[in-house]
């Protein structure tokens, strides 16, 4: 399985961006799919996932209400829309999946067990 992860780059605080993340393989549909980030000196943390159903939908505190995470069966492809970009949101964000049950949707870095290479986010003040 690979993960291929696109759409970052650098923008204004308060701008917006949509990652994007297709995957490789034959059984997309069975794999809940999430985003995560790693900034600079620190441990990479989850920021939204979604399960098999587009209705389980977990978001880290700091992305509710600003980040949406959706997917597109037919397109093998997970984004993450980011809305009201803020320069704590700099990091190199990763698309990672996992095979799962209809009802288990990971949360957790350590859940996942594919893994893109990462695009990187920066916002500027």
Not at 14 to 32: H, N, P
Not at 44 to 71: H, L, M, P, W
């Amino acid at each position: 399985v690979q993960l291929q992860a696109s759409g970052g780059g650098l923008v204004q605080a308060e701008g917006s961006l949509r990652l994007s993340c297709v995957v490789s393989g034959r059984t997309f549909s069975r794999y809940a799919l999430g985003w995560f980030r790693q900034a600079a000196g620190k441990e990479r943390e989850t920021v939204a996932v979604i399960g098999r159903s587009t209705s389980s939908t977990y978001y880290t505190d700091s992305a509710k209400g600003r980040f949406a995470i959706s997917r597109n069966n037919d397109k093998k492809t997970v984004y993450l829309q980011m809305n009201s970009l803020e320069p704590e949101d700099t990091a190199v964000y990763y698309c990672a999946a996992k095979e799962v049950i209809m009802t288990v949707t990971p949360t957790t870095v350590d859940d996942y067990k594919y893994w893109g290479r990462g695009t990187k986010v920066t916002v500027s003040s």
